[in-house]
């Protein structure tokens, strides 16, 4: 049974700094895959705002490109995402997610909340 289980995120104020951990357990060959952390928008839905591949090559949309950094450390089967110069904007609900074609593996969530 594959389970992601997401630690860090919290209060932070404007202008600083989180960091989000995502650990896979019972995946099998986590190097593989593609791993994504997505955010909660207003109307519920998950949009993503990181992805690495499986050779480490990284996506970011606009709206948080240069401030936001995925990793992936494949001895560990974890991934992470270092948020930089936080805004209140980006306060919501995010989620890690192993993209694994035909499956829905998604981390449990955790708040992230930037003061103003």
């Known amino acids: 049974q594959v389970r992601l289980v997401q630690s860090g995120g919290g209060l932070v104020q404007g202008g600083g700094s989180l960091r989000l951990s995502c650990e896979v357990f019972g995946i099998g060959n986590f190097r593989n895959y593609p791993m994504g952390w997505y955010r909660q928008t207003p109307d519920k839905q998950r949009d993503l705002v990181a992805q690495?591949?499986?050779?480490?090559?990284?996506y970011y949309p606009p709206s948080v490109r240069g401030r936001f950094t995925i990793s992936r450390e494949d001895a560990k089967n974890t991934f992470y995402l270092q948020m930089n110069n936080l805004k209140p904007d980006d306060s919501t609900t995010y989620y890690c997610?192993?993209?694994?074609?035909?499956?829905?593996?998604w981390g449990q969530g955790t708040q992230v909340t930037v003061s103003p």
């Open positions: 997610r192993a993209i694994v074609p035909g499956a829905n593996y």
């Open positions: 690495i591949s499986n050779t480490g090559t990284s």
